[in-house]
């Protein structure tokens, strides 16, 4: 190696939006990664919008990140004016559409090296008339019913986009770990392609379904609803160009890894339908510090404590916690509900839980009690409500759990998963809490009389919690789960194609 040459990372994290430069969720989680394991190089691409934003550090990065890259998406490149070999150029035009169409790598295989052997940018497939050409015949086939500006401009962002993404100069290292699909995923697909090292994907949410999702709601998309978000109904409608192109960019993503993680069983039914291959899925779900919470002391109060711990926003439904606590206090009144998390985020709903305390008579009972440390109330709850419309894996189950304390949750994310158990859980525990529909007070109400009526219940599911949580989702092992992924791909040679991680079925 020349002196000026920089060694390889062991690991190339690949990041959409997140860290260094965004707090919370998955930064975090990041951040534990690259803390825990100083021994192991790491490098980061940051994939963002555009330049200009704000690039303040919200962490400490440790000595162990030895790059930082910055991917602009809105940075088309270039490239050559004109391609003379008009059937080479076809042929990558064409391995376009079929990825957009199909989501294959191998489609985008042909599509990215024929872009980077022929120095294609935006000159030649968005601002020439080829490109113009190429954009009409696209549309006239399979758009012409919907709004030719609207294609115009979607068209624009989502090929510059893949643009931006096929010719980024990407770092090589040993392995590569994405952390979404998206860009990020097609530039793990990249790195298989190109390099030949093994591939980690980790998805905290499913992007296909959340974008799915934003589609459906997006404003400036007006035309008609669609049905259950189902891609077969929108043929010729401007949004199944989104929905295809976001579909390919997890299918190439899905194609290039050699291992496909995500947090819950139920986020693994998502990736299965969108076609990870069965045979490389596997779960492992986020850690806590099961040391700091199984050490809280608990002091017993007077009356049971129900605690809600949550930003006081809608989508964490806190009024249908508050009319649970309406209706069991007509039961017993020998309770405390506390409600603890940041209440300014949305004044007007706020307000509105503070006047339905009010109307139902309740104010001695509920407590707001603002932005708070989870670890000084854990000792006092005897009960933690989950009462959210959407999660995906929220740690305060968790956290609560290694103390002993059982949740009611409702039934989203992975919160069957922590109180119940996984599928493949052996020995299995037992329940850990209850859980109960979405939206259904009453029901919340049952579940929380059961458990703060009768200590026995109550000290039974908050035993079961704590040994899943000691034993299934202890950051300690969770972090060993991934050293023992970036040590295999670490000492991975040139042409490694095998799987990078032999016992399967351990978590």
């Known amino acids: 190696m020349s002196i000026n040459q920089k060694p390889e990372a062991d690991i190339c994290l690949l990041l959409e939006g997140t860290y260094p430069y965004v707090a919370g969720g998955v930064s975090s989680w990041v951040h534990d990664i690259v803390s825990a394991m100083p021994d192991i190089t790491f490098e980061i691409v940051a994939i963002l919008a555009q330049r200009g934003g704000d690039l303040r550090h919200r962490y400490e990065v440790p000595d162990n990140v030895i790059g930082i890259h910055h991917l602009y998406l809105h940075d088309r490149p270039r490239g050559r004016k004109f391609v003379w070999n008009t059937q080479k150029l076809h042929q990558v035009t064409q391995a376009l559409l079929n990825f957009l169409n199909h989501g294959r790598i191998e489609d985008f295989s042909t599509f990215t090296k024929g872009v980077n052997a022929l120095d294609i940018g935006q000159h030649v497939l968005l601002n020439s008339y080829f490109g113009w050409n190429f954009l009409k015949a696209y549309y006239s086939a399979h758009f012409s019913s919907t709004s030719f500006l609207d294609f115009f401009w979607s068209w624009r962002i989502l090929i510059g986009g893949i643009l931006a993404t096929t010719r980024f100069a990407l770092p090589k290292a040993r392995c590569y770990h994405a952390v979404s699909t998206g860009y990020a995923g097609l530039l793990a697909a990249r790195a298989k392609i190109e390099y030949q090292r093994p591939v980690v994907l980790t998805e905290h949410g499913i992007y296909t379904n959340e974008r799915r999702i934003e589609v459906a709601m997006a404003d400036w998309l007006y035309q008609n609803p669609i049905p259950d978000y189902d891609i077969k109904s929108l043929e010729k409608d401007i949004r199944s160009l989104w929905l295809k192109g976001f579909s390919a960019l ?151 759990g290694a103390a002993g304390i059982p949740t009611v949750a409702t039934d989203v994310g992975a919160c069957r998963e922590m109180l119940y158990g996984r599928s493949d859980e052996i020995p299995p525990l037992g329940q850990g809490g209850i859980v109960v529909p979405v939206a259904n007070p009453s029901e919340m109400a049952k579940a929380l009389g059961q458990i703060i009526i009768t200590p026995a219940i109550r000290d039974k599911f908050g035993a079961t919690i704590k040994e899943r949580v000691r034993t299934q989702y202890n950051k300690k092992s969770v972090l060993a789960l991934y050293r023992e992924i970036y040590e295999t791909g670490r000492d991975a040679q040139d042409g490694y194609n095998g799987p990078l991680i032999a016992h399967r079925g351990e978590n």
Do not use: W
């Not at 926003?313 to 020998?334: C, G, Q, W, Y």
């Not at 309770?335 to 139902?360: K, N, R, S, W």
């Not at 104010?363 to 000792?379: E, P, Q």
């Open 250 to 400: 997890s299918g190439a993503c899905y194609g290039a890894c050699d291992e496909i993680i995500t947090l819950y069983e139920g986020n693994q039914v998502l990736q299965l339908r969108d076609g990870a291959a069965p045979e490389r899925v596997r779960v492992i779900p986020n850690g806590i510090d099961y040391e700091k919470y199984s050490k809280v002391p608990r002091n017993k109060q007077e009356k049971p404590i129900i605690g809600l711990i949550g930003r006081v926003v809608p989508i964490k439904d806190i009024k249908s916690f508050i009319r649970a606590v309406h209706m069991l206090s007509r039961e017993t009144r020998n309770f405390e509900a506390l409600i603890l998390g940041p209440t300014d985020e949305d004044q007007t709903y706020f307000d509105e839980c503070l006047a339905m305390v009010e109307h139902l008579k309740i104010g001695d009972i509920v407590t707001f009690g603002g932005r708070v440390n989870i670890a000084d109330y854990l000792g006092k709850i005897d009960v933690l409500v989950l009462s959210s419309v959407s999660e995906a894996q929220p740690l305060v189950i968790l956290e609560g």
